[in-house]
Nanobody, 121 residues
Framework: QVHLVESGGGLVQPGGSLRLSCALS????????MGWYRQAPGKQRELVAT???????NYADFVKGRFTISRDNAKNTVYLQMNSLKPEDTAVYSC???????????????WGQGTQVTVSS
């Protein structure tokens, strides 16, 4: 089975930084895309950033210039470096991965449990 486990969330003051990590465990053939999403209380889940092979990155407008997504293919891990954090960045951050279990096989999506990020003074 494939699992995604996030770490690195916590409480930080406005203007501070956090680095989130998400490691994929399990036997897979390849990862196509990994990404970070967030959901604040009372709001829908929204895309934060994705990174595909290449690597090709995509960011939501509200994090451009502040957040950086990266991945370590050898470790099947994706990172989200978050700088200049704002109170409105407070949310549960979840990672996702789209992958293939074998050559020419179907594509699957998995999600992590999420990690809480709270930005407050």
């Amino acid at each position: 089975q494939v699992h995604l486990v996030e770490s690195g969330g916590g409480l930080v003051q406005p203007g501070g930084s956090l680095r989130l990590s998400c490691a994929l465990s399990g036997t897979i053939f390849s990862i196509n895309v990994m990404g970070w999403y967030r959901q604040a209380p009372g709001k829908q889940r929204e895309l934060v950033a994705t990174i595909a092979s290449g690597p090709t990155t995509n960011y939501a407008d509200f994090v451009k210039g502040r957040f950086t997504i990266s991945r370590d293919n050898a470790k099947n891990t994706v990172y989200l470096q978050m700088n200049s954090l704002k109170p409105e960045d407070t949310a549960v951050y979840s990672c996702s991965a789209r992958y293939n279990l074998r050559v020419g096989g179907a594509t699957f999506d998995s999600w992590g449990q999420g990690t809480q990020v709270t930005v407050s003074s």
